[in-house]
């Protein structure tokens, strides 16, 4: 939201971005080459989609956003997976993060390996409670759980290329009720992290697999297939 043009539409918890005046179905979100189909409707429904495996975000805007499709009118949040490894080097890594207000904990592990094929894994899992407000006080039902499966397999060959991922995940996300409705429940623990009241639970699947064929110094065709 720093960045000229840009702006953002929250409630709080869930932020979307506005880009020179527009959002939603105007702004695509790109993901492994598919178009990420999951926030383009009301103020409440964010991206949904968690930072494991994720390098960095690309904002694109102006006119070469319409170079990915008439729905990217607006500009384009392109989500970059983390980079390759140097050639014979496999890499891994253990990722531990703490929150505060909500009590929470993560945990992601990740291991890559470049030979003549490349193989991407990226695990997760985040756990947690309700959220702490300004006054310390208890948000009853703001508990969430993100379970997170990255997956990529790379193929690449003199005139051949194939980048073939698989984004898995399961989330659990507590429904704040309407005021009159909330209450903190005494006898639960302050850590809780049940799923008993009104939740969202949310399987999301992504496959993925852009490859691209050198016929020769002038032609070179490109294929993008997936599923979501």
Do not use: C
């Not at 926030?39 to 070469?64: C, H, T, Y």
């Not at 429904?175 to 903190?184: G, H, L, P, R, V």
């Amino acid at each position: 939201a720093r960045i000229p043009g840009v702006s953002q539409l929250t409630t709080g918890a869930i932020s979307k971005p506005v880009i020179r005046g527009v959002y939603g179905n105007r702004i695509l979100d790109n993901v492994a080459g598919l178009k990420l189909e999951d926030q383009q409707w009301e103020d409440e429904l964010g991206l949904g989609f968690s930072d494991v495996g994720i390098d960095r975000v690309e904002l694109i805007k102006g006119p070469a956003s319409l170079m990915f499709g008439s729905e990217a009118m607006g500009g384009v949040v392109n989500i970059v997976e983390e980079n390759l490894p140097e050639p014979g080097k496999p890499k891994q890594n253990l990722n531990f993060k703490l929150f505060s207000n909500t009590y929470g904990v993560g945990l992601d592990y990740g291991y890559k390996k470049t030979g003549k094929n490349t193989f991407l894994l990226r695990s997760g899992i985040e756990s947690h409670a309700d959220y702490s407000d300004g006054a310390g006080s208890r948000v009853p039902n703001t508990r969430f759980a993100l379970y997170n499966l990255n997956l990529g397999y790379i193929v690449q060959r003199l005139r051949f290329k194939s980048e073939n991922r698989m984004l898995a995940a399961f989330n659990e996300f507590g429904f704040i009720a309407d005021s009159a409705d909330i209450y903190e429940d005494d006898d639960e623990p302050r850590l809780s992290r049940k799923f008993e009241n009104a939740h969202h639970s949310v399987l999301f699947l992504m496959l993925s697999s852009i490859n691209s064929i050198h016929l020769n110094e002038t032609t070179e065709w490109n294929i993008t297939l997936g599923i979501q």
